[in-house]
């Protein structure tokens, strides 16, 4: 099972930056980065909430499920 974050598709449907979406949510780039990357590990509800109120979406927009194949490598496998 992976998660995928759609930060960058939602970004480009709102014609939003990285630099205003920080600053909309007070979130630093860095974070963001990691997010709109798939890079990380967990979210916050009021994360994922000021996402979604700043980017005009719903959780729903923003995560999707992806089913992995038997030769996608784990991320946690990873050495």
């Known amino acids: 099972m992976k998660i995928k974050v759609n930060l960058d598709l ?7 930056s ?3 979406l920080s600053k909309r949510v007070g979130i630093t780039l860095a974070n963001l980065s990691i997010l709109k990357n798939n890079k990380a590990k967990a979210i916050r509800f009021t994360t994922l909430s000021a996402l ?3 980017l005009d979406c719903t959780v729903a927009d923003l995560l999707e499920y992806v089913e992995e194949t038997d030769d996608e490598p784990d991320e ?3 050495s």
């Open 10 to 16: 939602m970004m480009v449907k709102r014609g939003m």
């Open 18 to 20: 990285l630099n205003e």
């Open 52 to 54: 979604c109120n700043a």
């Open 76 to 78: 946690s496998d990873e």
